[in-house]
């Protein structure tokens, strides 16, 4: 019953989502705010029904019910509750239903605190947001229905993959598609605006929240999804430049490039058809990325069973979704008149130059993606594009973006003069050249790519510090107004500050830990001792143990740094059943920011096991970083102005004369 | 007007975009062209998998006759999917039928044939999968059409069909389809 | 270019005991795609052909290959499909050379563009604006 429960659900808001869609823009341009009102509502029910359907699916889960196809391709009775649960969204249809339940949530959301927003941009907003909705439904329904029965019922399921059973994996999805899903906001607002014709400071502030929110998300379920692959799949990779994270990296990239020119429309009323092409497009990549993962369309370690028909009716909803909305802009576009004006030196200016350098990015990571597929069209050539033309290509595009991003947070508005930053900023400046010189000193006939990145990361780092001490204007007023100014500190200065410094902590972390990794490779008998770096792993032999649903061979490391005992590790190689497969479980040890990282790997004849070993030094930066830029983000976004309702307006004035809010 | 112009960009490379996109669906990423097609098969010397076959060797592979081979191993299942197709064909004295036994315990290999049938004229035993190494073998079953003077002409990935052999086999080893080797040996 | 070398055996686990040895294969490994699970190098799968590849890259380089011999004598056998770093050819010209010529058009424009924002701010007075620009932002405010 469940599962005709949850069809009925899917089917009842597909009609909702397909009056929603109509309904509410029909009000919008006749002026009738009850069609508007009527659109609110549908989101919210809208929301409720797809939620229901989730529910019965994971229910389903649950119970283990094998009558229903897709629990009984993808769960298994023996499975613990967690990735039972977990498994919903382990599977094309599931995760499917998941992004639209995320999708409905976010139109229900700006249905439920819109009630400071013009009535009309509300009802188009409203009624996009169902159009795409509606797009989704269909392909869920007729194309991949997750409620799906099959006769006669098996008697169990095959399982989900055990790479899949994992923590970390349960909640990479769902913070994926939050930002994914949260970029269709942003979609939405520049559709409707380009319909209304209109692009204003009061635009970009109720669409900046909305995309910060995606952003955080997004970067979160990208941190996620990397730390899994460090812990899990038994390397220690992070980023293999796989399609697939290509897919979710580059409406991350235009994710950011949107947040900055937003705040130029904000704060200076320019940039206009420029912030719409990007909320465009931030959302058209998110979809391009659905794409390249449901339709197979590429060679991917994390694909979906792939489908021809779903690709084709996913290629036809973009080029209906991402084609019209382009074809809308190149007709509206046009008259969006910026007026802000602005000198080469200037913040307008640094941001710009923002924009272009994380298009290029995009556009190099699109092109790299791509390539193969473009060159098998073309010629039926095939060439692989793997990490070493990603780093050969976007190292040169991320080092000026990363050289503009230290300093351009002290650069004023409108106009400025480069020595007077530069004289600020002389400090930074020395601290980088010194900590240039002497990673180059140590690092003697080293990597170079080491060097630049240190002096990237230390360059980015002091200036946010910089840019931060500069703002409470320590040591240059009272201690007393500095811890004043720390306490009326805008939150959206402070977030911008601390996500630009955990961008360098990143590229710090990512420097040292790849330029000075010790791996050692090698079979082992008990008793074996070896040396990585300054550590001592002596193999203790194995032992067999057992978990919930696979068996395991456990191998023991006793680690000694000198003559001490730091740690016992024990990586395990474990063995499922349903499906049969075996994965190895890493022992990480957390040293100094640093890891040690043990890979057992399988018996060889001889009775010695092949075992990984590695030393990643600051490793750990990498993760920090990226919690910090997460972070920063919630903290902007927890700004008084981007509040639902009216920022006070005394607030806004005394900062104002504070110099705050310049 | 001219202003306008720059509006346009994003959707004529949105077009471009999705045309490839189109053609990439019906394309298959997985599936990788051999890169000794139109080149010289390697030097190699492979034991039989028992004393009463024959082993392989590139001289066999030039005798003025195109031939098949067949990369198989008892270990493989879909190799057991294509098998009754090469048995069928061994029944046509024209055709010639060769194999490389892959990775695979020679003893095993024979009960498999015992159990299934020997289409093979000749079997050469690779037991450390070099000599399929150098044929650009990645995966078991593979399929080559190589013509009497040891070029290869033609590779299929995966399990047989009877459409395949009959549209792409079939005619190569009547000696259509032809490509000439470029280099010597 | 098409030298089969002697058929060797190297067994996997074969020890190589100079660093250099050991480094230059690291460096290969990396660069070369693992062909059984699509998206890998062979440094990080456990795969058996990537094993064997290994294997063969290690004896090669004790053979006295170069670092690019090495490259060839996999890509005669696997094609350019087997480099995860794209040769430079006609058929991956655009492939190498569009990032830098977006990232040189990206950079011109937005010069372009700067400057231009800046030639009519200097023929306008800036006063007027500001205060205009302030009305405008009092207005938003006050519509909260």
Known sequence: ?????????????????????????????????????????????????????????????????????????????????????????????????????????????????????????????????????????????????????????????????????????????????????????????????????????????????????????????????????????????????????????MPWLIGTALLHSAIVVEKRDTLKSWTILLAILAFSFSLLGTFIVRSGILNSVHSFASDPGRGVFILVFLIITIGGSLALYTWRAPNLKGGGLFSPISREASLVINNLLLMSATATVLLGTLYPLILDAISGEKVSVGPPYYIGTFIPIMTPLVVVMGIAPMISWKRSDLSGVLSRFWICILITIVAGLVTLFLTYKGPILAVLGIILSVWLISGSIADFLERIKLFKVSFNDSFKRIINYPRSAIGGTIAHAGVGILIFGITISSAFELEKIQSVKTGDRVQVGNYIFEFKGTEISRGPNYDAIRGNFDVYKGNDLIIKMQPENRSFINPEMVTTEAAIYPRNLGDLYAVLGEKNPNNTFSTRLYYKPMINCLWLGCLLMALGGFISLSDRKYRIGAPKKRFIEKNRTLGLYN | MKQNLIFIIPIILFSLLSIFL???????????????????????????????????????????????????????????????????????????????????????????????????????????????????????????????????????????????????????????????????? | MFNFIDIKVYSDDKLIDSEVLEERSQKIFKEIRCLVCQNQSIEDSSAGLAKQIKSIVKGL????????????????????????????????????????????????????????????????????????????????????
Not at chain 1, 12 to 21: P, T
Not at chain 2, 48 to 75: C, H, I, Q, T
Not at chain 2, 88 to 111: C, F, G, Q, T, V
Not at chain 3, 78 to 84: C, F, R, S, V
């Open chain 1, 1 to 249: 019953m469940t599962a005709e429960i949850g069809q009925f659900c899917m089917i009842l808001a597909l009609i909702v989502a397909a009056s929603q869609a109509i309904i509410p823009q029909i009000g919008a341009s006749k002026r009738d705010y009850s069609l508007v009102l009527f659109g609110k509502y549908a989101a919210i029910i809208q929301l409720i029904l797809i939620l229901i359907a989730f529910l019965c699916l994971m229910h389903l889960y649950i119970i283990s019910d094998f009558s229903v196809l897709n629990v009984w391709q993808n769960s298994h009775s023996e499975k613990p509750l967690l990735y039972k649960i977990s498994g919903v969204w382990g599977n094309h249809e599931g995760s499917l239903l998941l992004w639209v339940l995320i999708l409905a949530l976010f139109g229900a959301a700006v249905a439920s605190f819109s009630k400071n927003l013009p009535p009309t941009l509300v009802g188009r907003v409203i009624s996009i947001q169902a159009a795409i909705g509606f797009g989704f439904l269909i392909l869920l329904i007729f194309l991949s229905n997750p409620f799906a029965r099959i006769s006669p019922t098996p008697i169990n399921g095959s399982g989900l993959n055990p790479l899949l059973q994992d923590p970390g994996l349960a909640f990479h999805p769902p913070f994926l598609y939050l930002g994914y899903v949260g970029f269709s906001i942003a979609f939405s607002f520049a559709i409707a605006a380009l319909i209304e014709g209109k692009v204003d400071a009061a635009w970009a502030r109720w669409v900046r929240p909305w995309t910060l929110a995606a952003w955080c998300f997004l970067t979160i379920g990208i941190s996620l999804g990397s730390w899994w692959a460090y812990y899990e799949l038994g390397w220690g990779g992070w980023w293999f430049w796989d399609p697939v994270e290509n897919a979710s990296f």
């Open chain 2, 22 to 185: 189109g053609i990439g669906l019906f394309l298959k990423p997985k599936e990788i062209p051999s890169a000794l097609i139109g080149k010289t098969i390697p030097l190699f010397n492979l034991p039989p998998v028992s004393e009463k076959l024959n082993g392989l060797k590139d001289k066999d592979l030039r005798l003025g006759k195109p031939v098949l081979v067949n990369v198989f191993a008892s270990w493989c299942g879909p190799c057991r999917i294509e098998h009754p197709l090469f048995m069928e064909l061994s029944r046509n004295p024209e055709i010639i039928i060769y194999a490389i036994n892959h990775k695979d315990n020679p003893s095993n290999a024979i009960r498999w044939l015992d159990l299934y049938g020997n289409p093979y004229k000749k079997i050469g035993s690779d037991l450390d999968g070099r000599v399929s190494i150098d044929f650009g073998v990645y995966g078991v079953p593979e399929t080559f059409v190589i013509d009497g003077k040891g070029c290869v002409q033609y590779k299929h990935i995966s399990v047989l069909t009877k459409e395949i052999l009959d549209r792409e086999i079939v005619p190569r080893l009547k000696g259509k389809k032809h490509v000439k080797c470029k280099l010597k040996q």
């Open chain 3, 61 to 144: 380089i004790q053979e006295g290959y170069s670092d690019s011999d090495v490259r060839n004598y996999l890509v005669d056998r696997y094609g350019n499909w087997i480099l995860l770093k794209p040769p430079f050819n006609l058929s991956t010209a655009a492939l190498w050379l569009l990032p830098f010529t977006i990232l040189f058009l990206a950079i011109l424009t937005g010069l372009f563009y700067i400057l231009k924002k800046n030639k009519i701010q200097k023929n306008k007075p800036v006063l007027p604006l500001e205060q205009d620009e302030q009305q405008k932002l009092n207005k938003i405010l006050d519509d909260f």
